[in-house]
Nanobody, 126 residues
């Protein structure tokens, strides 16, 4: 089992920055997919960014490309999401996710991720 705990959510004016942190505990897999999803009220969950903990391959949603950066510690037990130039449309609950071991390609379907944190709220008002 993997436990994920997010932190760092806050209310920041548009144009500002935040860094989200995800602390992973339990059985840490050396080669799996981790990432961030978000969900706004009345909307479906959508991928923000993913990273393969084994080969380092990174994916960003088009909506955050160039503004957000996903990274991990060498120990693979902490995941970050640096968010710059925040926009009102980034307002959402952000979830840290992890998949099962042995995954070679990180997908954007939330059903592919077995472990989810409780979420941290990011608000960027107009």
């Amino acid at each position: 089992q993997v436990q994920l705990q997010e932190s760092g959510g806050d209310s920041v004016q548009a144009g500002g920055s935040l860094r989200l942190t995800c602390a992973a505990s339990g059985k840490i897999y050396r080669s799996t997919c981790m990432g961030w999803f978000r969900q706004a009220p009345g909307e479906e969950r959508e991928v923000v960014a993913t990273i393969h903990t084994g080969n380092g391959q990174i994916y960003y949603a088009d909506s955050v490309q160039g503004r957000f950066t996903i990274s991990q510690t060498n120990a693979k037990n902490t995941l970050y999401l640096q968010m710059n130039s925040l926009k009102p449309e980034d307002t959402s609950m952000y979830y840290c996710v992890s998949s099962r071991p042995g995954i070679t390609y990180c997908r954007v379907d939330p059903s592919e991720y077995n472990y989810w944190g409780q979420g941290t709220q990011v608000t960027s008002p107009h």
